[in-house]
């Protein structure tokens, strides 16, 4: 699935998505910070389908994902 | 999603600034709506704070802008739903407009508006206060404060 990212976690990858296959949020944590250097040490939330999330859950594959750093509106 | 005519869904993100005639046509497109007794407007403007970037207390820059970026789609779904709850709590609010910059927005500039108006003052003062409170928490929008010596740190909202 296409991870959507934004914000300093787009700049740690140095990317605005990244590719990865997860049957969960766990699961989707675990590699994204394997696959973003230093992103383990930043504070994020991921959103499903334009809403955080923060507990784990499922996913199958179809849903619009998202990390988040820090919101800096206004 | 609600598709009256006070919550019709709309993009809140401008490129660039907000120039300060915008803010003024916007009022005037009110004269018409003779209901309205209150206006009430908070507008965000870029702060050139002193930063000190190394964390050393060595070297301080100033912000001389702020680059803007969101997850738009998730901004405008989050900004329905506080509208919603704004007209829910002030249900004689007349309008509620609200406007962000994307982009660079240099230190003096204007970068967010929040506009309500209402027969009386009170439900226009109470709204924008709530609404400008939670557009900031709860908008997935992403500040990269550019500094004088043109390295960035990243804004957050506490």
């Known amino acids: 699935m296409d991870v959507l990212l934004f914000g300093m976690v787009a700049e740690k ?3 605005i998505s990244i590719d990865l296959e997860a049957g969960s949020l766990v699961e989707l944590r675990r590699k994204l910070e394997l696959s ?3 992103l383990e040490r930043l504070s994020y939330v991921i959103a499903v389908d334009r809403k955080v999330v923060l507990n784990d859950r499922a996913l199958t594959g179809s849903e ?5 750093p820090p919101f800096a509106g206004g | 999603m609600s598709t009256g005519t006070q919550h019709r869904k709309r993009d809140i993100f401008v490129e660039g600034a907000i120039p300060s005639s915008f803010i003024a046509e916007s009022i005037a497109k009110h004269a018409t709506r003779t209901d309205i007794g209150a206006h009430e407007i908070f507008l965000g403007q870029v702060r050139a704070d ?17 680059e803007y970026t969101a997850y738009r789609d998730m901004a405008n779904e989050q900004m329905i739903t506080i509208r919603e709850e ?17 982009g660079v927005i ?6 967010f508006m929040v506009f309500a108006s209402a027969p009386h003052r009170r439900q226009a003062r109470e709204a924008v206060a709530y609404v400008t409170d939670e557009v ?23």
């Open chain 2, 106 to 111: 240099k230190a003096g500039e204007l970068c």
């Open chain 2, 50 to 66: 002193a930063m000190d970037a190394t964390g050393e207390g060595t070297t301080v820059q100033t912000v001389s802008a702020i």
């Open chain 1, 36 to 38: 973003i250097p230093g």
């Open chain 2, 136 to 158: 900031k928490k709860r908008l997935p929008i992403f500040g990269r404060e550019i500094l004088s010596d043109t390295t960035h740190i990243w804004k957050r909202n506490t």
């Open chain 1, 64 to 68: 619009e994902i998202a990390v988040l």
């Open chain 2, 86 to 102: 704004a007209f829910t709590r002030w249900p004689e609010m007349t309008c509620l407009h609200v406007h962000h910059s994307q």
């Open chain 1, 13 to 15: 990858a140095g990317a």
